[in-house]
């Protein structure tokens, strides 16, 4: 029987990165009854504090001093910045790389215990979709986007096994207010089950270091999820109310990577070299 948010207790302090971004600014609204005070940080722009619920930190993930600083005194890390589209190398090495490195060597010098890692479908992209996987199966990351999440999970089983802190890194599919093409009709994942997600990840307790897939309970799905049933996650959305609307758009031609693979267009992006 999985606890409602209204039966939870809130944490003291939770730390959101990438709090200016897409769901940064989706999760700032939504994490509030599972926390008191709610410490946000970005590189980025953020709208001011609202009260004293909420603090306000520019930080940038690649300066390690810095990143120390942002996660003193808080409770648990929900770790959502970063470079998050496919980029050149150099790019996605300080945000995501050492980004995710000085998140954890700070959650270890602080003694923080849980950590909530968006992790990506990029890690698997180069599965076909008509392939069904699971969190064991072996990861297939389509670009270096997709290999620092895969290195991020490394980290995170890494810290579990030697510090104990645990962390469910969450495989996110395509989080938006609706899905935006055919793909995302398997990958789409709702506001609300994002949510759900996290809330099962903060509060269940020894989950080690967990992989789960964060779609939402759509029709045709490329994951199982099986691994990480000990999270009580259980979709309540689902992409098929948005199927006419998403069938109107014309079907990518045979050969489109759209199509063929689980990470879409991310599998054909670069080179990015000076060639
Ligand atoms: N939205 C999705 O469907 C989806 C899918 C898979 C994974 N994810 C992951 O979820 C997280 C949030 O996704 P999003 O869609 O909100 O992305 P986003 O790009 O809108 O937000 C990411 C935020 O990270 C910040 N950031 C980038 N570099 C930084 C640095 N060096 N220091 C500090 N902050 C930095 C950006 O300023 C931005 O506000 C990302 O880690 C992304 O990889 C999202």
Known sequence: M?????????????????AAGGLGK???????????????????EMAPATGPHEEIVHCDLSDKHAVHELVEGVDAIIHFGGVSVERPFEEILGANICGVFHIYEAARRHGVKRVVFASSNHVIGFYKQDERIDAHSPRRPDGYYGLSKAYGEDMANFYFDRYGIETVSIRIGSSFPEPANRRMMSTWLSYDDLTQLIERSLYTPSVGHTVVYGMSANREVWWDNHLAAHLGFTAKDSSEVFRDKVEEQPMPADDDPARIYQGGAFVAAGPFGDD
């Open 26 to 44: 989706v999760l700032r609204e939504r994490l509030r009854p599972y926390t008191n005070i709610l410490r946000l940080s970005d590189i980025g």
């Open 2 to 18: 999985t606890n409602t948010s209204s039966e939870l207790r809130p944490f003291n302090r939770l730390l959101l990165t990438g």
